[in-house]
């Protein structure tokens, strides 16, 4: 009988020494293995491109050792965009790679770089590579290019891409090197057709122990893939999703026709913009203006461009000399299309020239179409060594931030777009996604981009309006004379296309509040004053030139007047409102004959008879409305606490008092809850006399302002009758207010 053995607590204590010896043995071993250290990323890339610039700082961020092959000299490998070619990148492997042909537990990475961004760190990926278990790993795609014939030599796959893809791949780096040492061949052969050539013959793949990485663990290229990859925020960084396969690829390779896709996904990978932190990298980089003399400014010329009937131009001129910024390293082009804006400009002209440091002016004389003047203009810039910027801007863009050429210049991109929407709307001067066919399509994040909810700088697809260019980007990328006029498409579009094929980023930057678009489509200029019209398109500008300065203050319960019981007299109106209002009403000319008898009416009959003319006969009515609804309501709602008005009104009249024809009104009651009536001009130099006398108060307003509105209860409590205007002509406007 065996017997058994003891053991003591030395054994126990030995045995557990024991263990903990193999573990760190282990992890030692593991901790070697997934040495950064030991890994290193090459690439390849002629010029530093933004796109470059964008792969290395992904590379910085997570402490990748990246060395750059071809740095500097000429590409001579095809145009991999449109067609075969790259084996030139093979070339310069293939002789960095002999340097490192002996360095057996070196494991070395192959990315492109221009249209690739990191999204996971070495650690990460040097474990994904030790899963697979093999020598090499290619990444992978749904498509068989250069030569859809040999899809049917590659292996079958269950799931996941089946096809190989040569934009990335890992491995150690002897055998590497034996792959790319079988290269002989031309610069402008196939790079991707090598290496399919080479993974498709069974004896070379086992003899290399070559594998593809089928469900993106490591590498994600976009082509064929947009619906699987989705953006997925962390804490402090985001990582791009691979929906289909559950993973979480660690290199991202816009390959083919998904460039924009990839701009869009570098908009926030790795670090780019989170919601901890909001923009990460904004204040990288930047220009500092601050030290600079007036005269060591960079120059700006400055192309403006109106090519439709456009609202409120007289105050986009003078908001041209309104930049903060030194006058006389500014230069202005300016193209007008319009016949109609000429009194503008020329009211403006002298201002202009005098305040920029040279002046060019083209007019509608010329028959240049759009995208001839902005091919001219920006000509102009690209011609001349001294101009370090072009700033080009159309004149529906209200410009409300003076320091917009400093705070631009500043953020040192090539182009950078001010982001601007029209008011209250979602209409931007820039797209986030084009459609396959090149127009507009909405991206996931635009609407937070349009509302301030995301505030960065964003690598976009499609800019308009208004931007800013380099002035040396334009000499050395830009040299084409015909930008804005390629093919038959729209000069906006054909310039964003120019600039995307060139690998140039269109920023667009919402770090600033720059201003608002104005909607131009229902500006009517066969009218006397138009932007009368545009408080329902436009309602900022149009408050802007027609709502008295001091209105905001009566909200806030100062500058009003109670001349006599409930009844208030307040600051509406502007001069220009008052004297426009008045000019279309004399324009229009069909006034009342102040008779009882109305067709206007339903009723046909007037009790109480008025010389006027009622808003709806100018097609003025919806915008009068909506001046009550904005304007009067909630000073109605101030005034007199506890009702709440919805400001509807049928009768809006504006009434003309004169000796000769009407001088006065004969006491009456109002048919409305309240009457406004607003002063149009001046007493003591229009008119004299006037007034308005409330009887049961035996209260008199006599010398009524210009602009001011009078408002007061109208059935019941407030009989009133207007006094006699003894000379001159006295406008009021008169509204019924629910009646």
């Known amino acids: 009988m065996e017997r058994q053995r003891k053991t003591g607590p030395g054994s126990a204590i030995a045995a557990a020494v024991l263990t903990s010896l193999v573990m760190g043995a282990v992890v030692a071993a593991e901790q070697e293995a997934l040495d950064p250290g030991k890994l290193l990323v090459l690439t390849a890339a002629t010029e530093e491109t933004e796109g470059y610039q964008r792969f290395l700082r992904t590379a910085k961020y997570f402490n990748y050792t ?110 590497i090197n034996r792959v790319v040492q079988l290269w002989k061949y031309k610069d402008n052969d196939d790079d991707q057709l090598f290496y399919t050539r080479i993974y498709l013959d069974p004896a070379l793949r086992e003899k290399y122990g070559i594998t593809l990485d089928h469900k ?26 691979n929906v289909a396969y559950d993973t979480l690829p660690v290199i991202i390779h816009g390959n083919g026709p998904t460039k924009l896709q990839l701009n869009y996904l570098g908009n926030y990978i790795p670090n780019v913009w989170t919601y901890e932190g909001g923009c990460e990298v904004c204040d990288q980089g930047l220009l500092d203006l601050s030290s600079l003399a007036d005269d060591s400014y960079p120059h700006v010329l400055i192309g403006v461009f109106i090519e439709q009937p456009t609202p409120f131009l007289p105050q986009f001129l003078q908001r041209l000399l309104t930049f903060d910024y030194p006058y006389s390293r500014l230069s202005l082009f300016i193209h007008n299309r319009e016949v109609y804006h000429e009194q503008h400009i020329q009211a403006e002209w002298e201002e202009l020239r005098g305040a920029f440091d040279s002046i060019k002016l083209v007019g509608p004389e010329e028959e240049l179409s759009e995208g001839e003047a902005r091919d001219m203009a920006m000509a102009l810039c690209r011609q001349d060594p001294s101009c370090d910027y ?68 964003w690598n976009v697809p499609y800019i308009s309006q208004v931007y800013l260019l380099r002035g040396e980007t334009l000499r050395s990328e830009l040299v084409r004379q015909n930008v804005f006029t390629l093919d038959d498409t729209d000069p906006d579009m054909a310039f964003c296309k120019s600039v995307r094929e060139k690998g140039i ?63 208030y007299w307040f600051p509406v109106f502007t001069d220009h409102m008052c004297d426009e209002l008045v000019e279309e009403a004399e324009n229009f000319g069909q006034w009342s004959g102040g008779k009882h008898e109305d067709t206007r009416l339903a009723g046909g009959y007037e009790n109480v008879p008025t010389v006027d003319i009622h808003m709806n006969q100018i097609g003025f009515e919806k915008e009068w409305l909506r001046f009550l609804q904005e304007y009067i309501a909630p000073v109605t709602e101030k005034l007199y606490p506890g009702y709440y008005t919805k400001a509807r009104a049928i009768m809006n009249f504006m009434v003309r008092y004169r000796p000769d024809e009407q001088p006065f009104l004969r006491p009456h009651h109002d048919s409305s809850t309240f009457t406004i009536n607003v002063a149009l001009n001046h007493k003591g130099v229009d008119y004299e006399g006037g007034g308005c006398r409330f009887i049961r108060y035996n209260c008199t307003v006599e010398s009524p302002r210009k602009g001011w509105s009078l408002m007061h209860p109208g059935r019941l409590t407030h009989y009133h009758e207007g006094l006699p205007t003894t000379s001159g002509t006295r406008y009021i406007m008169v509204s019924f207010v629910d009646p």
């Open 390 to 457: 072009y700033f080009s801007i159309d004149a529906d863009v209200v410009v409300a931030n003076p320091e917009i050429l400093q705070i631009l210049i500043q953020e040192n991109k090539k182009v950078i777009a001010p982001m601007m929407s029209r008011h209250g709307k979602l209409w931007s001067n820039f797209w986030g996604a084009l459609s396959p066919d090149g127009y507009y399509a909405r991206s996931e994040d635009y609407v937070e981009l349009v509302q301030g909810k995301r505030i960065g700088v």
């Open 216 to 241: 993106s663990k490591i590498f994600q290229n976009l082509n064929g893939a947009i619906d699987e990859v989705v953006l997925k925020f962390e804490p402090t960084r985001v990582r791009a999703r």
């Open 505 to 567: 980023f269109l920023h667009i930057s919402n770090r600033d509040e720059f201003g608002r678009l104005l909607s131009t489509a229902s500006f009517n200029t066969s009218r006397l004053h138009p932007e009368l019209w545009q408080i329902i398109e436009n309602p900022l500008d149009w408050q802007e030139k027609y709502i008295h300065e001091d209105y905001s203050q009566v909200l806030e319960g100062e500058h009003y007047t109670q001349p006599c019981p409930d009844v």
């Open 66 to 175: 990246v060395k750059t092959l071809g740095l500097g000299e000429d590409w001579r490998g095809g145009d991999v965009a449109r067609t075969v070619g790259g084996g030139q990148k093979v070339r310069w492997l293939k002789a960095e790679m002999k340097k490192h042909a002996n360095e057996e537990d070196l494991i070395v990475m192959f990315v492109d770089s221009y249209d690739v961004i990191l999204a996971g760190g070495p650690v990460e990926l040097l474990r994904k590579f030790r899963q697979f278990d093999s020598s090499l790993v290619f990444s992978a795609e749904s498509f068989c290019w250069p030569e859809w014939s040999l899809a049917e030599k590659y292996p079958p796959v269950a799931v996941g891409n089946r096809f190989l893809n040569s934009g990335g791949f890992i491995g150690y780096a002897s055998i």
